[in-house]
């Protein structure tokens, strides 16, 4: 693709969706946040840049397309996404944002020549699909919630959408991912002991276990490496990263917060496989350069530390 890049990032307000504009601003890219909400102290947290926010519903299939049209987008970075809590209070408004705008993402991409990076999920799997190995980038999953569901319908339409329309993209499969603004969601508990921590406090994390934990930061440069590569087909990647257990996670907040106690729900399993193959998403857009995790705990304390004063 010739000329300017131009981002659009869709559910920017998120944790993830924060430090993909803030990896966008910080390489000199023009980046814009499209989100329905109005609450920006993710973005904060993430960068002291000015992120144009365009607020909009992503099931709104006209407010996205102005949006993409005023902006002169070339390369999409698609988030935006209800969780599990919001999806059992309206299953229908749910499927509408997690999979009809998804479909408005690609639909749009169509007619416009560009480029998308989604985010799937490893919710797409259960234990079912845990055969005692890093699961295969390539393995059937079996979800178990209705955002598993979604994100594999995500999947099947995005190959379709290249199969019948010659959309290109790349779908990415986080697991648990951590860091400053990860305060929601079934898998924010070890974030959350991370900001008890921040401010001198106890906590128990809600799950024990083993399990991939992807640093924020890292995770947003794969997205955004993911759309510059989404030049042909459509693919989809486990992220991968590291395998360590929750009482590590645990072990490294108290190392990087002397005084706290942080313990472990051992008792509590996360209905997933431990770990996934991140080795083909390496293969497609180059190595990835994990930040460990005592690193990763340590930066994400002093930089909740900092923001409340």
Known sequence: MSGPERFLVTGALGCIGAWTCAELAAQGTEVVGFDLGDDDRRVRLATDAEIP????????RDALG?????HGITHVVHLAALL???????????????????????????????????ASSAA?????DDAGGPVSNDAEGHPVTFYGVHKQACEGLARIFWQ???VPSIGIRPFIVYGPGRDAGLTASPTL??????????????????????????TARVFVAAARAA?????????????????????????????????????TILPFPDEFDGAPLEEAIGRIAWTPLADGVRQTIETLRASSG
């Open 53 to 60: 926010l365009v607020r909009g519903d992503i099931s709104d």
């Open 231 to 267: 030049t042909d087909g459509a693919r989809t990647f486990h992220l991968g990263g590291p395998a360590e257990t929750i009482a590590d996670a645990a072990r490294a907040i108290e190392a990087a917060a002397p005084g706290v106690a942080i313990a472990v729900d051992e008792e």
């Open 84 to 118: 599990i809590p919001s999806i059992k209070r309206d299953p229908p408004y749910g499927t509408a944002v997690n999979i009809g705008g998804t479909v408005n993402v690609l639909d749009a991409a169509k007619t416009r020549g560009i480029q998308v990076a989604y």
């Open 66 to 70: 102005k949006a993409l049209d005023e």
């Open 164 to 166: 019948e329309e010659q």
């Open 124 to 128: 797409v799997y259960s234990k079912v």
């Open 193 to 218: 002991a991370m900001a008890a921590a921040a401010e001198g406090e106890d906590f128990r994390i809600a799950f024990g276990g083993r399990t991939q934990l992807q640093f924020a930061p890292d």
